[in-house]
């Protein structure tokens, strides 16, 4: 459903960089692998969504992990479906998620925000966001998850100009010359807040084949 939309990301990067099986541990289910040079753990909290920093909170700990070594992907009321956003640190803006992770880790960790529109009202955003994604909003998102695995080792890398470049690239491989232009890709210090890197946003236009394309990437 919406909520998931993190998991979903954490699921296709697994499948597309040959990451281990899941496995349960820090009330999580947890995956292993390799970005590039960088070893990464992925963490899906099994806990209520809005205790999920107690995972990432164990996690972190048993690494000896700090905040700026983490990067959460969650749902995001404030952004257009398929617009993606990536900032360092900042409030949680009322996400009882990250509300959690703040009392966790902190607040300095780094957030890829992913676009799934707002309902209208607050009264519909508990039922929204708990909703599957209707089969119209299959094609920004295909495009989306694939771009995501695509640009991960860059992300790794803190080069997030880099990683919204591969973003916006998956977006154009089926999208008309309407499409949205490809992020010009800059260092970022996985220390430090970047304005410019709160400024990009990606969203990713209707097209046939999508959904097929993200089946046969990850399978």
Do not use: C
């Amino acid at each position: 459903n919406r909520h998931n939309i993190g998991f979903m990301a954490l699921d296709g990067l697994a499948s597309a960089h040959g990451f281990a099986p899941w496995k349960q541990k820090f009330q999580a289910q947890i995956s292993e692998g390799l970005l590039g040079r960088e070893k990464i753990l992925l963490v899906k909290p099994q806990t209520f969504m809005n205790l999920s920093g107690q995972a990432v909170g164990e996690a972190a700990r048993f690494y000896k992990a700090t905040a700026q070594d983490v990067t959460v992907f969650h749902d995001e009321l404030d952004l257009a479906p398929g617009r993606l956003k990536v900032k360092q640190g900042g409030g949680h803006a009322g996400h009882n998620g990250l509300r959690s992770m703040h009392a966790h880790i902190g607040e300095a960790y780094r957030r890829v925000r992913m676009g799934i529109g707002h309902p209208g009202h607050k009264d519909l955003v508990a039922r929204y966001v708990l909703h599957d994604f209707a089969k119209v909003d299959h094609n920004w998102l295909a495009d989306l998850l694939v771009g995501i695995a695509d640009g991960a080792n860059k992300l790794a890398q803190a080069d997030t100009g880099g990683f919204m470049n591969a973003v916006a690239l998956s977006v154009q491989k089926t999208a008309g010359p309407t499409s949205a232009k490809p992020a010009k890709p800059s260092k970022v210090s996985q220390n430090s807040e970047s304005p410019e890197a709160d400024k990009e946003t990606i969203e990713t236009p209707d097209a046939k084949t999508t959904l097929q394309r993200l089946i046969d990437r990850f399978k």
